[in-house]
């Protein structure tokens, strides 16, 4: 069994950065997808940002573009997700998730929905003031 751990959340004001951090742990940890949704209050969770690491390609939300970043350190089983120039609509609980890596996809539609993922972290608050 896969467990994710996500850190790094807090608040921040507008115009400020902060990086989310998921490390993976468990006796084997085999993933060809890794990615980070967010979820408001009343909505739905939504997609952020993911990275086909079979093909080292990353995507992301139209609203993040040019704002994060997603990274990943093998050696340390840890994702990273950059966050600069926060806005007060970005303010959500963030979740890290990652596919058990038994079927290969490629494709971007399958790494922006989140049905596709098999282990999912606990969730981290980031709240943006104006």
């Known amino acids: 069994q896969v467990q994710l751990v996500e850190s790094g959340g807090g608040l921040v004001q507008a115009g400020g950065s902060l990086r989310l951090s998921c490390t993976a742990s468990?006796?084997?940890?085999?993933?060809?997808?890794m990615g980070w949704f967010r979820q408001a209050p009343g909505k739905e969770r939504e997609f952020v940002a993911a990275?086909?690491?079979?093909?080292?390609?990353?995507y992301y939300a139209d609203g993040v573009k040019g704002r994060f970043t997603i990274s990943r350190d093998n050696a340390k089983n840890t994702m990273y997700l950059q966050m600069n120039s926060l806005q007060p609509e970005d303010t959500a609980v963030y979740y890290c998730?990652?596919?058990?890596?038994?079927?290969?996809?490629?494709?971007?539609?399958?790494?922006?929905?989140?049905?596709?993922?098999?282990?999912w972290g606990q969730g981290t608050q980031v709240t943006v003031s104006s």
């Open positions: 468990g006796r084997t940890f085999r993933t060809s997808a």
């Open positions: 998730a990652a596919d058990d890596g038994s079927t290969y996809y490629s494709g971007a539609y399958y790494y922006t929905t989140h049905g596709m993922y098999d282990y």
């Open positions: 990275h086909n690491l079979r093909e080292d390609i990353t």
